[in-house]
């Protein structure tokens, strides 16, 4: 079993998006080749309502998949395909934007917001599928503890526990805490690009003193082992997904394979043929 070294380090910088949100952009668009197919990561970790309350105002996604994970708070969203719903403390939110959907999400003022969003980017193939929506409540999530950790499955399986299975880009994502001065081992894809977020804690990674709200890509290997703090708990979350390896055009909340493909997209919103009927 080779253990995965690591490849590169991201610390998260302060944003404003949305309405006026505040947040912590980790990941963006110089993260792309290296991250793929993880395209942005934003982290939420407020106790001032101040800094979300305005949320996001309806506003389009084409050609990627959401996941929006609250760990605190509580988020009101719906969209075009006429979801609506309130993310809770402990839940997920899995959109598949695919052809284009149009939503809006409102966080609601709570004594601590914490959670994040990622965007997936989806394969060329699939880029203008049919949009979903996906709710994963604690129930649907796999659940496993030991002397060391805690770990929610939200998509994939650890050990005898599992999540969702996606029906795209088939990631594993990983909410765990890891319990004062203790190690993890996690076994992974080989074929898989792996990195982990530190979203409440500082971490040890290969005897490197990691800081919170830093992503860490790893090498290619078997393995990643991250130990906490004598006197702290760490809480990361992990993910996994192979690489796409295709090429991104980038524009705002759409995310299509050439500048082409973009400007389409852009034209049907003008022209209000965006959402489509499958």
Excluded at 120 to 135: F, Q, V
Excluded at 156 to 177: C, E, L, T, W
Aim: proline residues 4%; contains cysteine.
């Amino acid at each position: 079993m080779k253990k995965r070294e690591i490849r590169k380090i991201v610390n998260g910088k302060s944003a404003v998006d949305g309405a006026g949100v505040r947040l912590v952009r980790v990941l963006g668009h110089e993260d792309t080749e290296d991250f793929d197919p993880f395209l942005m990561l934003d982290s939420f970790d407020s106790k001032n309502p101040d800094d979300y309350i305005k949320g996001f105002p309806p506003h389009p996604h084409r050609g990627i998949e959401t996941l929006t994970y609250l760990i605190d708070g509580k988020i009101e969203h719906e969209d075009s395909l006429g979801n609506k719903d309130t993310i809770n403390a402990g839940e997920s939110q899995w959109m598949t934007a695919g052809s284009g959907i149009i939503h809006q999400e409102m966080p609601l003022a709570s004594e601590n917001m914490l959670g994040f969003q990622l965007w997936i980017n989806l394969p060329a193939n699939e880029k203008m599928t049919e949009p979903e929506y996906l709710s994963i409540t604690e129930d649907r999530m796999g659940f496993f503890e030991d002397e060391s950790s805690v770990v929610r499955v939200i998509s994939g399986g650890y050990k005898n526990a599992s999540g969702v299975q996606p029906r795209h880009v088939k990631a594993s994502i990983f909410d765990i805490i890891l319990k004062e001065g203790k190690s993890i081992e996690i076994e992974t894809n080989a074929l898989e690009n792996v990195f982990v977020f530190l979203i409440d804690g500082d971490g040890i990674i290969n005897n490197k003193n990691i800081a919170c709200k830093s992503a860490v890509l790893f090498s290619e290997g078997d393995t990643i082992e991250i130990s906490s703090p004598e006197n702290a708990q760490t809480r990361f979350i992990f993910f996994s997904g192979k690489s796409l390896k295709e090429p991104i055009a980038w524009g705002g909340p759409i995310v299509m394979n050439t500048k082409e493909e973009l400007k389409f997209a852009f034209e049907e919103l003008r022209l209000g043929n965006f959402i489509k009927s499958h």
